[in-house]
Each structure stands twice: as structure tokens, then as C-alpha cells.
């Protein structure tokens, strides 16, 4: 389904219309025949079904009393549109939202929504290659564990590429106080096969906060292998 954007007249349209995918970017409006895929059938995608599917069964659990609470706390978590506006989710998409987080941190299911709290203080986080040019993340360790660190990364690119991909995988998770820099090379390489010299990463790390499951953004960049 298309989304339209209204102004005077129409300013963007995005999203599916009859085949086609509508977007807008920098160049301007465009349009392109949408390709059907069957998707990747690895097991992390068949995983991240899975717990979609077992996360979106559970608000069905729910009172009714209990989604009313979600529902009144979705202004607490705006979330910003492919458009670039402020937007307000629904209890449901709350739910589901910060459950997903807690499950990928190895929490189970929480049913009560709490208020998002302060991010955990990391100093001024930033990838890096470190002595033997492999992947690290330096930031200062927090003192108290509010949250995990979680890390995205890109395939190696080559070092022309200036846009981050649109798809990255996790390749880490550790807690917030654990000792700094934490070196990312082999958690890297479990995922890709290969870091070659003389390519570009894109990295992109988050914080998930513990038993609230909101997700903040803590760094992003990327890293040239030498």
C-alpha cells in the first residue's frame, strides 16, 4: 500500500501501488517494478519469524485492562515516519516493539509497559581498527548495567561506497559495563567469511535498555580495513 504525503498539492508518495514500489531520496521522486523474493531462508531470518510470530501471539493474553495500560503509554514512545514526521505507535506495536528487544537481550516477555528511562552513559562511543586491523569499539564502560550493546554490521565494501547498505546483521551483543574497546574481528567473521584488507565496514551500535526493551542509538560509522 502507497503512502501519500499531502501539501498543496502531492509532495511524496512512498510504499506499494499495484506492483510497484514509490520512493523519494535526495534525486527525487521514483518509481520501480517490485521483484518478488522468498525471502533468505537462514536461520537467523527463520529465527526473527519466529519471535515475531511468538511475540504478536501473546498480546492476545492480554486483559483488556492490561492493553489500555499499553495503549496510554505509546505518547512516551514517539517514533519518526519514513516521511521524517513524528509518529505515535499502538499499544499493540508498542508491545510488540520492546518485547522483540527484550527477547533479542535473552529476557522473556514482559506484559507490564514501563516509561523509557535514560540511556546508559558510553562516553563518546566510535568504531575503529585496532593494532593488528581488526574491528573495535571504543566507549567508556558504564558503571552500573542499564542496557545492552548491541552492533550491527555491513558486508565488506568497497571503500567508493559513502551510503550506509540498507540491510546490516547483528554480529554482537555484550553488556554495557564490559571492558573497553571490545573487539569485534571474530564475532565479525562468524557472520561474513571474510574482512578483506582494503574494503570498507559500516557499523552501527544500539543500546537496549534492561527490562524496558526501548532501544536507543549509540553510534554509527564505518571502518576502513587497511
Known amino acids: 500500500m502507497a ?17 510497484s514500489i514509490l520512493s523519494h531520496s535526495r534525486l527525487g521522486q521514483s518509481i520501480r517494478t517490485r521483484v518478488s523474493r522468498q525471502g533468505r531462508t537462514s536461520s537467523a531470518w527463520t529465527a526473527s519469524r519466529v519471535q515475531l510470530a511468538y511475540v504478536a501471539s501473546q498480546w492476545r493474553l492480554l486483559t483488556a485492562a492490561q492493553q489500555v495500560a499499553w495503549a496510554n503509554m505509546t505518547v512516551q514512545y514517539p517514533y519518526i515516519d519514513k516521511f521524517g514526521d513524528s509518529k505515535i505507535p499502538s499499544g499493540y506495536q508498542l508491545f510488540c516493539t520492546l518485547n522483540i528487544n527484550l527477547l533479542i537481550m535473552n529476557s522473556a516477555i514482559d506484559f507490564t509497559p514501563y516509561a523509557p528511562t535514560a540511556e546508559s552513559n558510553l562516553g563518546a562511543p566510535f568504531f575503529d581498527t585496532n593494532a593488528i586491523g581488526g574491528l573495535e569499539l571504543n566507549y567508556t564502560p558504564a558503571a552500573v548495567v542499564k542496557s545492552i550493546v548491541v552492533v550491527y554490521a555491513s558486508t565488506p565494501c568497497s571503500k567508493g561506497v559513502t551510503v550506509p547498505p540498507r540491510y546490516m546483521r547483528m554480529i554482537s551483543r555484550f553488556r554495557d559495563d564490559t571492558a573497553a574497546p ?33 532501544r536507543y542509538d549509540t553510534c554509527s560509522g564505518f571502518v576502513d580495513i587497511p
Open 3 to 19: 503512502s501519500i504525503k499531502l501539501s498543496a498539492l502531492v509532495s511524496e508518495i512512498k510504499g506499494v501501488l499495484n506492483g
Open 182 to 214: 571490545y573487539t569485534l574481528t571474530s564475532d565479525y567473521t562468524r557472520i561474513f567469511p571474510d574482512l578483506p584488507s582494503g574494503s570498507r565496514v559500516f557499523l552501527r551500535a544500539e543500546q537496549i535498555q534492561d527490562g524496558i526493551g526501548q
